[in-house]
């Protein structure tokens, strides 16, 4: 079982930018792959962004590619989605998700998902 917990949301203006932050704990962290998904009201929830276990590899939606960067520090069980330049149209409530095996973009192949945390872009 894995545990996680998102943090760093908040109301920000357009091109501004946050920082969230997914904590993990439980079974082995270092060997889940990790995704940031977004859920607008009315709308189906969506892939943000991607990376391996290792670190290595990331992937990003065409929809915030060059805007978001995901990251992770195993060490400290922590993972990142920094966003820049946000749109108003990047406003949904953000969850980190973690998987065995190497990321997918499909929300329900995910078996472990945080509460999440609400980002808000005004114009």
């Known amino acids: 079982q894995v545990q996680l917990v998102e943090s760093g949301g908040g109301l920000v203006q357009a091109g501004g930018s946050l920082r969230l932050s997914c904590a993990a704990s439980g079974r082995t962290f270092s060997s889940y792959a990790m995704g940031w998904f977004r859920q607008a009201p009315g709308k189906e929830r969506e892939f943000v962004a991607a990376?391996?276990?290792?670190?290595?590899?990331?992937y990003y939606a065409d929809s915030v590619k060059g805007r978001f960067t995901i990251s992770r520090d195993n060490a400290k069980r922590m993972v990142y989605l920094q966003m820049n330049s946000l749109k108003p149209e990047d406003t949904a409530v953000y969850y980190c998700?973690?998987?065995?095996?190497?990321?997918?973009?499909?929300?329900?192949?995910?078996?472990?998902w945080g509460q999440g945390t609400q980002v808000t872009v005004s114009p």
């Open positions: 998700a973690t998987k065995i095996g190497d990321y997918t973009t499909t929300y329900y192949e995910y078996p472990y």
């Open positions: 990376i391996r276990w290792s670190g290595a590899a990331t």
